[in-house]
């Protein structure tokens, strides 16, 4: 396709019997959906298909979808399991002290002395707040994104700089 896509959420189940389903997003808050009119899932052999958005409603388990051509609950059990993606430049510009997650994923991590922790594989909300996933080799270490903890974010230089906080780094 050739378009920067970013992955917003993932269908995670078929809703009623009319072809809604229920998304999960990766920022619980956005709104995004909300203003678009149409929307990219990625199926799980990574297969790209166009929707048209007929209706978002917002709940408070995530968003419930109506998406066009999609009209009972066995069309939409076959889009449970894929990605909601958007191109780049679809999303609004990140505000000051913000970062999309998909900016994250590949910085190096160092600690306040220089040595590096490995590389941002992933990274989740766990409700509490948002967890970085941080693997060097066959270590992984799960490090809370939160200001006592990362220092700074440089997208930049493509690292992040942490101050540990005691123990955080012997799992």
């Known amino acids: 396709m050739g378009v920067d896509l970013l992955p917003i959420g993932k269908v995670v189940a078929a809703h009623g019997v009319r072809g809604e389903v229920k998304a999960r997003l990766y920022h619980a808050e956005s709104r995004l959906l909300e203003v678009l009119e ?10 790209l298909r166009e929707e048209k958005l007929l209706a978002v409603r917002a709940t408070p388990r995530g968003p419930i979808l109506r998406l066009a051509g999609v009209e009972d609950r066995t069309a939409a059990e076959q889009l449970v399991h894929g990605e909601l993606v958007v191109p780049r430049e679809w999303l609004p510009e990140a505000g000051e002290d913000e970062v999309y997650y998909h900016d994250l994923v590949g910085l190096r ?19 509490a707040n948002d967890v970085l996933v941080v693997r060097e080799g066959g270590r992984e270490l799960l490090i809370p994104f939160i200001d006592e903890v990362v220092v700074e974010v ?6 992040l700089l942490l101050d540990p906080l005691e123990g955080l780094l012997e799992q």
């Open 109 to 127: 991590v160092l600690d306040r002395q220089g040595r590096a922790l490995g590389a941002v594989a992933e990274v989740f909300d766990n409700g």
């Open 38 to 47: 149409r929307i990219f899932l990625r199926d799980e052999q990574g297969e």
């Open 154 to 159: 440089d997208l930049e230089e493509g690292k």
